[in-house]
């Protein structure tokens, strides 16, 4: 503790970005809220377009903000705004999210690993003398024994699930390797090496921008050859949320991967110096840990 | 006392004034104050809401509104009671107090602070504007499902369940933003010398609280987010027809759910001893122990969330397992009861506002923790379940444990936020009129869920009018008596007896040590505890 | 302290103000199972230890508040943590009381009246299967000679008792047409499901109570000791009918119960040879128009006009008015027909809970009453082609 204490904690300028951020996020979820009211009712139809409109101009506002507030950020660093007490606050910040995010995951996760475990199961052990599915096995993976859903018919169609040694193979590679890269890159950027930094950086990039590829390829396989969909069933379900939520933080982490290389061209980091490179790396790692479980338990077993 | 400046502003030449000041702020006494008022004001509306309610029960019959309009408006006054009310007050104080407590110069993330507050009005918005469409034609009102999103009731219903969900993530970013800034300013900005066994009680109780949001907001956006895409995508989460399952919502909302109801009260479990002991003027008693008990209902409160919906059926060994589990908690909780009693014994004790609450807090609490224990009984809990006896349970907890414990904290440290002191007569007025309104609005309740009397219903079989016509006319006593409180805090910003820097006699903490109110700048040097 | 003595007070007065009235009840009603009695010793056994040890440490607390205030010049000791052995000795033999409480004293009759609770199926002579739906309930026999009858069972309290506009009876709310009937003394195993979302039967005085999920057969079982008529409620909110789906079962001696089955039986007889006979407009009109009224007037209102947005009107609405039948003599999508016997959203199926006469009744009585005149007729034997 005492370490600190003979330097100054820098407490920012008031900022307006945090207001008009969550005033785009606002426009954002209700503008998707009316653009999807139709599915409920006929007679709301026309608020999809209005609602379109709230959505392109909540998703403005946020990238601007973040743009912004991100910007600002950079220029403090930059100018030296911070020490090693801030960093702290930085790094441990960064932590805490992270673990946020893995607690998100596992919500997904646990979703599986119920239905495969106890509910699917359990439709097929019912008292055979009234049971209502008089055929249905239970084994997974499995798109359920179909029925009426709140007037709707459902009919569980064949179901063929997404074999793990084909794109699923390629892209654990991918990432696995780009986990590598940068951990190369990271010792570039200690031993103040800017040449290997970049390079190691760029690989990374590419590596994810690969694997990104590589999963539309499979979900358009799925959706086009396969007829495997979000609607079928339990498999379905789990497979495109999981598969999808992570394919979203990899565009992110990618994202950031860029900006990070654009600020090692520019020369921002230091050795001693480059929270924002290692807080992107240690999302980039859990990125990919998260990917493996997904290899495991969605692809593989 | 050190003598190094340790926060370095740049306000001083260009500080924003007026509304701008607030918008833009990063300063965590004004956040602190905007949360605060923010909860106050939720508090009023989500307690009108429920007026309607009570106004409905009073008699048999419909009276006033329809069954849909009644199921929205039970939903709504829950979800804006805990998540708008009572999470905000709770940050509200983390934020004023905190960093005054640990001798912080500022929040660790102010910018991201002030994110944190600003979601929550739209997420209030978010909440009640179905309510204002259905006037216009838009949509059939708020949800309707109560705040617990059961499906598949909330796939069938209409724009209000989605309004709802998202309100719930936004609610659910800010929780989440809260408690990264105060963990991390708990681990990076103590005063030099404060090691973590000497936090304060209320810094120890937030810890874990942050911990316990981190841990499980992040489930329940989840859950939520399975709820939308079965509403509009077409997945199968929650229906038999492919695979899935609703009871699987219950369990994945409950693993928040139960966590939930300590995150709410950890804080309160760590300022009332603050209270007690300043008003016993002697040191509390069992630091540690209540320590480590926070500890313990932490790791608890995420392996029994079952208990909750033991009569949706499961197999004999897990009814089993949530059942002991569920008891287990008392235990913990039995060792804070007997530390607080303990810091009160022998003391020197004088009864202010805030120790008229902390101590009522401590009766009523014990009440609906006690009949806690009992719903934890899995045949038992097949009648209790669902049944306004639960309802009076959790007002027990939630009211008494949590609104009653947050306006023990208000008297507390109003005069410290202020700087002025407020009416003694009427805060202790408004003391007496809670605590019995409460319970003349409550106790019946019980009496009502044994007699048989399903919760979330408009209109109910003759034999408990009387019951429930005693119930509303107390809540509404209990909804005016609430004036009182307001008007004690506005009068008290406004101006009166000036208060010293102690305030309490016997007061201990370093927020003590400064002048009330604080400086801008809480400490801009650091004091270093020895 | 005063504190305690004003809730004492009022806590004491609100007891008085109610003993005034006639009718109240301080604890759960009369048990009529074993698994209710059960359930009542244990609750009644819990909270007689929670009452105690409410008090014990309210009255060390009350002792203090006395005692040890500053106005009675009482000054503050510093209490030292237990340190030596027989002191942490000491604080620990309360922990260990509590864990008995916790384990041992409520641990194990809990135990037991679970194990009782859950085993449904052994020693159990009859099943019969409970369906909940929006806002109803249907009741399925299973096996014996019972086997077959099956029949759904409607709120009958007016809307004008609701309303306050009539008298509202002795049963307000908890009465309905068709009750379920059981025989005493028998094991009945209960096999619980639901159609749209879930509910939950429950019937206090038999101490059971499973929710009704949608797609999963839940079980539990009663075993009615004394006759009588036993009342109880939905308790699982499920939409605005929440309130309204009111459960009576009359428990009959085996004698009685024998005859109730062979008359009940006799009626469906009835019913389903009457889906094969022609109707003429007017009796199906007539039959038509109480199914409304039951079923249906709940949504869309005694007089057709709903309850827009979420209930639309029937009187005028394009479904109502327009074809049922294709060219192909196959009902048409999105018809009058589809739309009763699928539901769609909101609007629950009604296959599995009306007859084929009741359908077609109820079909023709919106196309030619409420407003609607289209003129037209369907019979219940096209209404039993259809459902193939
Ligand atoms: C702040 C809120 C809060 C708190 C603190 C608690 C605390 C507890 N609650 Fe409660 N509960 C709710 C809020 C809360 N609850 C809500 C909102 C619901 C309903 C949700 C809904 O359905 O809408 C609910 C519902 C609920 C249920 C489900 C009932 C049902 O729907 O069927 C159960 C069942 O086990 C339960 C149990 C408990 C237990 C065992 C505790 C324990 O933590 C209590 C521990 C405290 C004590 C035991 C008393 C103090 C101890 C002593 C005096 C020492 C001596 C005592 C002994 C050793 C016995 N609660
Ligand atoms: C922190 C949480 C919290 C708080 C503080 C309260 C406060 C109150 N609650 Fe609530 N309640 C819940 C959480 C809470 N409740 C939850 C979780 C549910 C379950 C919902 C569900 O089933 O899904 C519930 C449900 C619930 C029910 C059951 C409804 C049903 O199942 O049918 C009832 C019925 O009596 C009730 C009553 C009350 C009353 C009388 C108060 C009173 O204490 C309120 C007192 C306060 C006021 C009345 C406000 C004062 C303001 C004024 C008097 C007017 C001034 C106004 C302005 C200046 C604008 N609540
Ligand atoms: Cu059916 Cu409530
Ligand atoms: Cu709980």
Redesign the interface.
């Known amino acids: 503790?005492?370490t600190h204490?003979?330097?100054?904690?820098?407490?920012?300028?008031?900022?307006?970005?945090?207001?008009v951020?969550?005033?785009g996020?606002?426009s954002l979820?209700?503008g998707?809220?009316f653009s999807?009211?139709i599915?409920?009712?006929k007679?709301?139809a026309y608020?999809q377009a209005p609602g379109k409109w709230m959505m392109y101009i909540g998703f403005g506002l946020i990238l601007a903000m973040v743009f912004k507030?991100m910007g600002t950020i950079i220029t403090e660093s930059v100018t030296g705004k911070y020490t090693k007490?801030e960093d702290?606050?930085f790094r441990?910040?960064m932590i805490?999210?992270i673990?946020?995010?893995v607690?998100?995951?596992?919500?997904?996760f646990?979703?599986l690993f119920?239905?495969r475990i106890?509910?699917?199961p359990?439709?097929a052990a019912?008292?055979p003398?009234?049971?209502?599915y008089k055929d249905f096995l239970g084994t997974w993976p499995?798109?359920?024994?179909?029925?009426?859903?709140?007037?709707?018919?459902?009919k569980?169609g064949h179901l063929n699930p997404m074999g793990a040694w084909g794109l699923p193979a390629i892209n654990t590679a991918l990432l696995l390797t780009s986990g590598a890269t940068i951990t190369w890159a990271h010792w570039a950027l200690i031993k103040n090496d800017r040449k290997q930094l970049i390079i190691g950086m760029a690989l990374t990039v590419a590596l994810g921008i690969a694997f990104l590829v590589c999963q539309a390829t499979e979900y358009h396989e799925a959706y086009t050859e396969m007829g495997l969909?979000?609607?079928s069933?339990?498999?379905?379900?789990t497979f495109?949320?999981l598969t999808g939520f992570h394919g979203f933080h990899v565009t992110l982490g990618t994202i950031m991967l860029i900006v990070i290389l654009l600020r090692c061209m520019k020369g921002h980091f230091t050795p001693e110096h480059h929270f924002g490179f290692e807080g992107v790396a240690w999302y980039w790692h859990f990125v990919d840990v998260v990917w493996l479980g997904l290899f495991i338990f969605v692809y593989w077993l | 006392m050190s003598t190094t400046t340790v926060a370095h502003h740049e306000e001083h030449h260009d500080q924003p004034t007026g509304i701008m000041r607030w918008l833009t702020t990063t300063n965590h006494k004004d956040i602190g104050t905007m949360y605060l008022t923010f909860s106050l004001i939720m508090f009023l509306v989500g307690g009108c809401m429920i007026l309607g309610i009570r106004a409905e029960l009073f008699k048999p019959g419909l009276q006033l509104m329809n069954p849909e309009f009644f199921n929205q408006l039970i939903g709504v006054h829950a979800l804006i009671m805990i998540f708008a009310a009572l999470m905000p007050a709770a940050t509200g104080f983390a934020n004023w107090m905190i960093p005054l407590q640990i001798g912080a110069p500022d929040m660790a993330l102010p910018r991201l602070n002030n994110w944190g507050f600003w979601l929550l009005p739209p997420s209030a918005i978010l909440l009640t504007l179905p309510f204002t469409l259905a006037l216009f034609g838009i949509g059939d009102g708020a949800l309707a499902t109560g705040w617990t999103f059961y499906p598949p009731l909330s796939v069938q219903g209409g724009i209000g369940v989605d309004f709802a969900i998202f309100a719930v993530h936004l609610l659910g970013i800010s929780s989440v933003m809260g408690s990264i800034n105060i963990i991390v300013t708990l681990f990076n900005m103590r005063a030099p010398g404060m090691t973590l066994m000497k936090m304060p009680m209320f810094a120890w109780g937030w810890l874990i609280t942050a911990f316990l949001l981190v841990a499980t907001i992040p489930v329940l956006a989840g859950a939520v987010t399975m709820l939308l895409t079965d509403r509009h995508f077409g997945t199968h989460f929650f229906d038999a027809a492919g695979g899935g399952d609703p009871i699987m919502f219950q369990h994945l909302f409950w693993f928040f759910g139960h966590p939930e109801v300590y995150i709410l009260l950890l804080p309160v479990w760590g300022f009332i001893p603050q209270i007690l002991e300043t008003f016993s003027r002697k040191p509390m008693y069992g630091y540690k122990a209540q320590v480590y008990s926070f500890w313990a209902i932490g790791a608890l409160s995420v392996v029994v969330w079952a208990h909750h919906f033991f009569t949706a059926g499961m197999p004999v060994p897990a009814l089993l397992y949530f059942m002991y589990s569920t008891m287990a908690i008392s235990l913990p909780l039995a060792v804070l009861f007997f530390c607080w009693i303990k810091t009160m014994w022998n003391g020197a004790m004088s009864f202010e506002t805030p120790m008229l609450f902390a101590v009522g807090w401590i009766i009523l609490f014990g009440i609906g923790g006690l009949t806690g224990l009992v719903l934890a009984d899995v045949a038992a809990d097949a009648q209790y379940h669902n049944s306004y006896f639960v309802v009076a349970h959790f007002h027990y907890t939630l009211f008494a444990g949590g609104i009653m414990g947050i306006m023990a904290g208000t008297y507390y440290w109003l005069p410290k936020m202020t700087g002025h002191m407020y009416s003694e007569k009427l805060g202790k007025l408004h003391f007496w009129l809670t605590a019995i309104s409460f319970n003349l609005t409550f106790i019946p309740q019980f009496f009502l869920g044994l007699a048989g009397m399903p919760r979330r219903i408009p209109d109910y079989a003759l034999q408990f009018a009387e019951f429930n016509m005693i119930s509303t006319i107390a809540a509404f006593t209990l909804g005016l008596s609430q004036l009182l409180f307001v008007y004690n805090i506005v009068t008290c910003a406004r101006g009166g007896k000036k208060a010293t820097d102690e305030v309490w006699e016997g007061a201990k903490g370093l927020e003590w040590t400064l002048p009330s109110p604080p400086p801008y700048h809480s400490f801009t040097e650091q004091p270093i505890i020895k | 302290m005063q504190v305690l003595r004003k809730i004492g007070l009022s806590f004491a007065a609100m007891l008085i103000s109610i003993s005034a009235y006639a009718d109240y009840s301080w604890n759960f009603p009369e048990p009529a199972t074993p698994m209710a009695l059960d359930t009542l010793h244990v609750h009644n056994k819990f909270m007689m230890i929670i009452g105690v040890i409410f008090v014990a440490v309210l009255a060390v607390m009350i002792y203090s508040i006395f005692a040890h205030r500053k106005s009675k010049g009482n000054k503050p000791v510093t209490d030292k943590a237990p340190s030596t052995a027989v002191e942490i000795f000491w604080t620990l033999i309360p922990f260990a009381i509590l864990l008995l409480i916790d384990f041992v004293i409520m641990g194990i009759p809990a135990y037991h009246s679970v194990v009782m609770m859950e085993d449904t199926r052994d020693k159990a002579t009859m099943v019969i299967k409970i369906t909940g739906s929006q806002w109803r309930w249907q009741y399925e026999y299973m096996d014996g000679d019972a086997k077959g009858i099956k029949f759904v069972s409607n709120l009958t309290t007016t809307s004008d008792q609701m309303h306050n506009l009539a008298e509202k009876g002795e049963h307000y709310l908890l009465e309905v047409d068709n009750h379920l009937v059981l025989p005493v003394g028998e094991k009945v195993r209960v096999l619980m499901t639901s159609t749209d979302v879930l509910h939950n039967w429950w019937v206090p005085q038999f101490g059971s109570s499973r929710v009704a999920v949608p797609g999963f057969i839940r079980e539990t079982w009663v075993q009615v000791e004394r006759p009588g008529v036993y009342r109880g409620q939905c308790k699982e909110l499920c939409g605005k009918g929440h309130g309204y789906m009111p459960i009576v079962v009359d428990a009959l001696p085996m004698a009685e119960y024998k005859t109730w089955v062979a008359t009940k039986k006799e009626e469906l007889e009835k019913a389903s040879a009457g889906a094969d006979k022609e109707w003429t407009k007017e009796d199906l009109i007539a039959t038509g128009k109480g199914v409304y009224e039951k079923n249906c007037a709940v949504c869309h209102q005694v007089t057709g006009a709903g309850l827009p947005p979420a209930f639309p009107p029937l009187t005028g609405s394009k479904i109502a008015n327009g074809p049922i039948f294709g060219a192909d003599g196959k009902y048409l999508k999105d018809s009058h027909l589809d739309r009763v016997l699928n539901g769609i959203r909101v609007m629950p199926s009604w296959k599995a809970v009306l007859n084929d006469t009741e359908i077609a009744a109820v079909i023709t009585y919106e196309r030619n009453a409420l407003g609607n005149s289209v003129g037209d007729v369907l019979q219940p034997s096209q209404v039993k082609a259809a459902r193939q």
């Open positions: 503790m005492a204490s003979n330097d100054q904690y820098y407490v920012p300028h008031g900022s307006i970005y945090p207001v951020l969550s005033a996020i606002l979820a209700a998707f809220i999807v009211a599915d409920k009712s007679d709301l608020l507030w007490w702290k606050s441990v910040g805490v999210f673990c946020s995010e607690a998100f995951f596992a919500a997904f646990g979703a119920y239905m106890i509910s699917v359990d439709l019912f008292d003398l009234f049971t209502p499995s798109s359920g024994p179909g029925g009426m859903v709140l007037g709707t018919e459902y569980p969909t979000l609607g069933g339990a498999y379905g379900a495109f949320m």
